[in-house]
Each structure stands twice: as structure tokens, then as C-alpha cells.
């Protein structure tokens, strides 16, 4: 009933980390083996990029690109690199979904916001809610996918009741603290944000039924990835196109 899929997270293998060259072949040759109007749905870690870390991450509406630590750094090459492979799927006649958190601010960052209007995206918005997530979770995805707009779903009061129930009550997700200026601090817990991030099953099977059943595999599928006009002053293919010495933030945070 629904499309062949395959699953790349990088709890499976080192192998699938996006900041890995092995893992950004990987997934090349992943979307190479994909069919026309095929769908590559991508999911980037949002820790850098929602509020409850905008106090370390330094990102907010103003600035989403953030501050220069660690962690910061290399989200961001790791979605300039997601760009790279949805522009690759976008050029094979693929369709391509993103997806975040309500109060991420990925699809507002330079790169990612000039790609979505390159590519003429649409945005859809839900709570995960209704597909029985355990909190509210207001969802955001922008897509190429033509019959996203029936993942919408709307709560009934009684989900609505149930659903705001679970949220206020469920304390796991954050860490609260008061620093020594007598401001409060929220700050997310990472296990447990791992943990909500997971799609409710009712959800991928709504997405998945919404790809076409049949597209043809291209037989000229050559796209020069250096031709993308995204503007990648992150250097994010430095290692692929001049070699791994010359990959400035692979040195800089030895990233192997």
C-alpha cells in the first residue's frame, strides 16, 4: 500500500552523521537510488535552534545564525549540507520535506530561508498532537510534497483538553533554575527532548500515503552540486571538493 522506504538516523550508525563524509555520501547515493516524485523527508536536530537554547545558542529571530561555539558551528554546516541534498532531490524531480518545531528558527536562517523561496516550498503547520504525540507540539514543515496541506489536522475539544493536560503537567522536558542575578532560566533536557522527537506512527503513515505510488528513476541524474547558488560561506564541502586538510571546521573542532 505504501512506497519502499529507507531510514537514515545517526543513532543507527555513525555512518549516517551528515558531518561525516562517509555520511554525507551516504546519503548522496541514498536519493540517487530515489524515484521521480519520490519524497526525502528530512528532519534536522533542532537543539540549536529552538528557544529553550537561544540563552547558549545566541540565535533568536534577529540572528538565527547564532553564535560561534561548538555546537552552533557545526548545525549549521550540518543543514548546509541537508541544502546541498535537498537541492539535489529538487533538480531529480524528488520531493523534499523539512521539518521543526513550531519556535525553531531554521527557515528563517539566510541559507535555508533563500533555498525555500528558490524552490517555491509551501509551509504547513499542525499540532503533532493530533496524530497522538504526547504534548501539543506545534509542528512546522515546508515542503514540495503538492497534497502536504492534508496533514493539517485539526484537535476536537476533548484531544485539545487532553492534550494541554499532558503539556502542563509534563515537567520532564525542561529544567528549570533561577542564575545568580535572579533570573530564570529554562533550559531543555536532551535525553528527554531525544525521546519526544520521535514521529507518532499515525503521523508517518499520513505522510507516507501521501506519496505519489509511481515515479520513474532518472537515467541522466548528473547534477553539479557546485552549481548551487545557496551562498555556503560555511566552506560545508571544503573536504569533499579540496580535501580533508583543507576543511577549515574539521581542524577547528576535530571532527573526524
Same mark, same amino acid.
Not at 125 to 153: D, E, N, Q
Not at 232 to 252: E, F, M, N, P, V
Given at each position: 500500500?505504501? @512506497?519502499?522506504?529507507?531510514?537514515?538516523?545517526?543513532r543507527?550508525?555513525?555512518?549516517?552523521?551528515?558531518?561525516?563524509t562517509v555520511?554525507f555520501? /551516504?546519503?548522496?547515493?541514498?536519493?540517487r537510488?530515489?524515484?521521480?516524485?519520490?519524497?526525502?523527508?528530512?528532519? &534536522? &536536530?533542532?537543539?540549536?535552534?529552538?528557544?529553550?537554547?537561544?540563552?547558549?545558542? *545566541?540565535?533568536n529571530?534577529w540572528?538565527?545564525?547564532?553564535g560561534?561555539? *561548538?555546537?552552533?558551528v557545526?548545525?549549521?554546516?550540518?543543514c548546509?549540507?541537508?541544502l546541498?541534498?535537498l537541492y539535489?532531490a %529538487?533538480q531529480?524531480?524528488?520531493?523534499?520535506?523539512?521539518?521543526?518545531p513550531?519556535?525553531?528558527?531554521?527557515?528563517i536562517? @539566510?541559507?535555508?530561508a533563500?533555498f525555500? $523561496?528558490?524552490?517555491?516550498?509551501?509551509?504547513?503547520?499542525f @499540532?503533532?498532537?493530533?496524530?497522538?504525540?504526547?504534548?501539543?507540539k506545534?509542528?512546522?514543515i515546508? /515542503?514540495?510534497? &503538492?497534497?502536504? %496541506?492534508h496533514?493539517?489536522?485539526?484537535?476536537d475539544v !476533548?484531544?485539545?483538553?487532553?492534550?494541554l493536560?499532558?503539556?502542563?503537567?509534563?515537567?520532564?522536558l525542561?529544567?528549570?533554575?533561577?542564575?545568580?542575578?535572579? !533570573?530564570?532560566r529554562?533550559?531543555? !533536557?536532551r535525553?528527554?527532548?531525544?525521546?519526544?522527537?520521535?514521529?507518532? $506512527? @499515525?503521523?508517518?503513515?499520513?505522510v507516507?500515503?501521501?506519496?505519489p505510488?509511481?515515479?520513474?528513476? &532518472?537515467?541522466?541524474d548528473?547534477?553539479?552540486?557546485?552549481?548551487? /547558488?545557496g551562498?555556503? %560561506?560555511?566552506g560545508?564541502? %571544503?573536504d569533499l571538493?579540496?580535501? $580533508?586538510?583543507l576543511?577549515?571546521?574539521r581542524?577547528?573542532y576535530n571532527?573526524?
Amino acid at each position: 500500500m505504501y @512506497p519502499n522506504n529507507c531510514e537514515i538516523k545517526v543513532r543507527y550508525s555513525a555512518n549516517h552523521n551528515l558531518l561525516r563524509t562517509v555520511g554525507f555520501v /551516504t546519503m548522496l547515493c541514498a536519493v540517487r537510488n530515489m524515484r521521480q516524485k519520490g519524497l526525502l523527508f528530512a528532519g &534536522p &536536530p533542532c537543539a540549536t535552534w529552538v528557544f529553550l537554547s537561544q540563552g547558549t545558542t *545566541k540565535r533568536n529571530w534577529w540572528n538565527p545564525e547564532g553564535g560561534d561555539s *561548538k555546537k552552533v558551528v557545526l548545525a549549521n554546516i550540518l543543514c548546509m549540507r541537508l541544502l546541498y541534498l535537498l537541492y539535489y532531490a %529538487h533538480q531529480r524531480g524528488i520531493y523534499w520535506a523539512v521539518e521543526q518545531p513550531m519556535s525553531s528558527v531554521l527557515f528563517i536562517w @539566510p541559507p535555508m530561508a533563500r533555498f525555500l $523561496r528558490w524552490a517555491n516550498a509551501r509551509r504547513v503547520c499542525f @499540532p503533532m498532537g493530533s496524530y497522538g504525540a504526547a504534548t501539543l507540539k506545534y509542528t512546522v514543515i515546508w /515542503t514540495t510534497l &503538492p497534497a502536504a %496541506h492534508h496533514l493539517r489536522r485539526a484537535l476536537d475539544v !476533548k484531544q485539545l483538553r487532553l492534550a494541554l493536560q499532558r503539556t502542563l503537567e509534563d515537567k520532564s522536558l525542561v529544567r528549570k533554575s533561577v542564575d545568580k542575578n535572579g !533570573k530564570l532560566r529554562v533550559a531543555g !533536557k536532551r535525553s528527554a527532548l531525544a525521546q519526544s522527537a520521535e514521529y507518532p $506512527r @499515525p503521523f508517518g503513515m499520513a505522510v507516507a500515503a501521501l506519496v505519489p505510488e509511481r515515479g520513474d528513476v &532518472p537515467e541522466d541524474d548528473f547534477v553539479d552540486l557546485t552549481s548551487y /547558488t545557496g551562498q555556503d %560561506h560555511l566552506g560545508s564541502l %571544503h573536504d569533499l571538493i579540496k580535501g $580533508r586538510k583543507l576543511a577549515w571546521w574539521r581542524q577547528a573542532y576535530n571532527i573526524h
